[in-house]
């Protein structure tokens, strides 16, 4: 058993510290399928998406690579430089869009003003190997740009929108996220700046995901494993009941630092609101803090009020098992994550549930084994005299 939990504990490590890993860039982690390399990555704050470029400033040549997830069939995507300003007027954009046939749409659109229906047209700096791929929801623009060799700071924005059919649509005026998607990138050190402190926002997310996830996500459940499996063993009591409330209130204080950081998210989003995961935090929170307090309530064994004090502790602590699994992936779902987070995740749930299917019938064979052990034990009596034999003593 202890064995278990060690590595049950080892787990929400690796993924904790895998999840904070991926905070910090993951462009570095992505291969492109063929087999393109460039020399620098900047994770982009808004939008899902992602810049890889090299920069030979002797010639000029900017090879860039321009990604965003999350891309539907019915979606525009552009990435542009702004020579003489920092928002969209004036820019130098790529677009592309997908179309049924397959391969992508993709052609160069110079924005004069914010009325733009990004028409084609040529641009002011040379564009050259102008491609476009669109696979699994991800399109990656791929062109080599010259740049005059002055140039070691550009002015890079980016966008996404609806079409209808093959008709560009205005993208939203009121997301917070497009109307920021624009800022100041050194193509030499990497560094780049973004409106609406961009970067801290991006940061903030990750962490309120990590915290919920480690929280509510995986030490709930594991507390609520240690619970119901642990006590049926004579010898881990009461190491079972410390056990648990250790993992549940580190649950609780690390799931409300989480639900703080979201509340803060929602407030600095403005009119963007995730409603129904909102909700569900709110929920959690209630329905946690309302655990806690229960706990200081909790009657002696032989109370007569303990019985529905077990029934209240375990349905509530189910449903915010099974609410904080759900909102977590309505959080993955808001994120938008690369994939192979939220398939640990899930691998991390799947462990802990083959954990509990398995210490279920163990658990069961058990207490099985331990009451005929004891039914036997009442029916020879005690002191080597079975019951049979003293009612025909006392018989004769």
């Known amino acids: 058993m202890a064995t278990t939990l060690k590595k049950i504990f080892v787990a929400f490590s690796v993924l904790a510290s895998l999840f904070l890993s991926s905070s910090a860039q993951t462009c570095n982690s992505y291969s492109f399928s063929a087999n393109q390399v460039f020399s620098a990555c900047n994770d982009l704050p808004y939008l899902n998406s992602f810049l890889h470029w090299t920069y030979d400033q002797s010639s000029g040549k900017l090879q860039m690579a321009f990604r965003q997830t999350g891309v539907t069939s019915s979606t525009w995507v552009a990435w542009a430089i702004n020579p003489t300003a920092t928002g969209m ?10 179309q049924s046939s397959g391969a992508p749409v993709v052609y160069t659109a110079p924005i004069a003003d914010y009325g733009t229906t990004l028409a084609r047209g040529n641009l002011t700096y040379e564009v050259s190997d102008l491609t476009a791929t669109y696979q699994n929801n991800e399109m990656v623009i791929f062109a080599t740009w010259t740049l005059p060799t002055t ?9 996404t929108g609806p079409l209808s059919g093959t008709t560009i649509q205005s993208h939203s005026t009121t997301n917070t996220a497009n109307l920021n998607s624009k800022g100041t990138l050194n193509l030499l050190s990497g560094q780049s700046q973004t409106q609406g402190g961009g970067n801290s926002r991006l940061k903030k997310r990750n962490t309120h995901g990590v915290l919920n996830a480690v929280s509510w996500g995986i030490l709930m459940p594991a507390g609520a494993i240690i619970a119901r499996y642990m006590r049926v063993f004579k010898s881990a009591d009461p ?22 950081t979201g509340l803060k998210l929602g407030s600095d989003n403005g009119k963007i609101q995730h409603t ?21 309530l909790r009657p002696k064994k032989d109370h007569k009020f303990r019985l529905y004090w077990n029934i209240y502790h375990h349905s509530v602590g189910y449903t915010v098992i ?29 462990a802990l549930g083959a954990i509990a299917v398995f210490l279920e019938a163990f658990t069961w064979f058990v207490v099985l084994r331990r009451k005929k052990s004891e039914g036997k034990g009442l029916y020879n009596g005690t002191n080597g005299v079975n019951g049979h034999s003293a009612r025909q003593q006392q018989s004769v």
């Open 239 to 260: 190491a079972w009941f410390y056990l648990h409330v250790t993992c549940q209130t580190s649950a609780y204080i690390v799931g409300v630092a989480g639900w703080a």
């Open 151 to 159: 140039v070691t700071t550009i002015n890079q924005v980016w966008q």
């Open 276 to 296: 129904t995961h909102r909700n569900i935090g709110i929920t959690l929170f209630c329905l946690g803090t309302l655990q806690v307090f229960a706990l200081l």
């Open 89 to 98: 007027a004036g820019s130098q954009s790529l677009v592309a869009y997908p």
């Open 322 to 350: 099974i609410l904080s699994i759900v909102n977590i992936f309505k959080g993955f779902d808001i994120l938008d994550p690369e994939e192979k987070w939220k398939n640990a995740y899930i691998g991390v749930i799947i």
